[in-house]
């Protein structure tokens, strides 16, 4: 047996005390929050972390469809800009250096790569028509196609739909291809004050205060479409009743929580892909 597994299946001693077991105050322990920035190119170069990495993270996640698909971060000193992914790249290989910088009228002012038309008309919309959306995620996951092409929106089936109950919009109109501004704002109008939108025929789209609760909101949507499909295929369904789902959305579906539970996810990958940040 070699040192090295010796090490690792003998085990090392962890001595307890009694005068150790006094509970530690709670301001002590690690609760990460959002970060504060007094700089804008600091505070930039976060949201393009964020952004490439939750590009990766929807690579990981086989959210990719060819080349459909796009996240975005509001430029937090010129608002009228947003950044997004270049047009044929795969998720899995972006880096923060890859990103665009676009403008309301769709022209890239930085990077080196075209822009994705339906990216421009989608998200420039909603960013023009939410200024609290700093973050904003849609792509063609399967589940979320598949929700799409039914009458159904997203039921409180499990704990986890809760965050989009009476919190997400349906766009019912398909028309196409979006790469139409018009087309764009119709969207922007059915996402409304909410969270997050079935667009018909086509798959979700999400929007937060960050990329961080963007990306998030898309993934645990895409995963509940999941769930809600493979139930109804299995037979009856229990929906959560009204007071307990409303409950349960006021404890999960907020947009710090949504922020929150995607930090494991940014760490997974950034230790993974530590590429992403060249």
Not at 77 to 95: I, L, Q, R, T
Not at 203 to 219: N, Q
Request: glycine share 8%; net charge negative.
């Amino acid at each position: 047996m070699t040192q090295e597994a010796i090490r690792s299946s003998t085990p090392i001693a962890d001595p307890l005390t009694r005068q150790d077991l006094v509970p530690i105050p709670e301001e002590k322990l690690v609760f990460r929050l959002p970060a504060q920035f007094t700089d804008p190119a600091i505070e930039r170069r976060h949201r393009k972390e964020r952004l490439a990495g939750a590009l990766r993270l929807f690579g990981r996640f086989g959210f990719e469809e060819g080349v459909a698909g796009h996240i975005t971060a509001r430029d937090p000193e010129f608002p009228d800009h947003f950044w997004v992914n270049p047009f044929g790249m795969s998720f899995k290989h972006v880096k923060v250096s890859d990103l665009l910088l676009v403008n309301h009228d769709g022209d890239v002012v930085q990077g080196r790569h075209r822009v994705n038309r339906a990216a421009f008309a989608i998200h420039s919309a909603v960013h023009a028509a939410r200024p609290d959306v700093v973050g904003a995620a849609h792509s063609h996951s399967v589940y979320g196609k598949a929700l799409s092409a039914t009458p159904q929106r997203l039921e409180p089936l499990t704990q986890d739909a809760c965050a989009f109950y009476e919190d997400h919009g349906c766009y019912e109109e398909y028309s196409g291809v979006a790469n139409d501004p018009e087309e764009g704002r119709r969207i922007a109008a059915a996402l409304g004050p909410y969270k997050a939108v079935i667009l018909r025929n086509h798959g979700l789209l999400t929007g937060a205060g960050s990329v961080d609760a963007a990306a998030y909101w898309f993934i645990t949507m895409e995963r509940s479409a999941q769930a809600q499909l493979a139930a109804k295929a299995s037979g009856p369904t229990l929906q959560i009743p009204h007071e307990e789902a409303r409950s349960t959305y006021e404890q999960v579906g907020f947009d710090l929580a949504g922020w929150f539970q995607f930090q494991p996810l940014f760490d997974q990958i950034s230790r993974t892909d530590p590429d992403l940040f060249d």
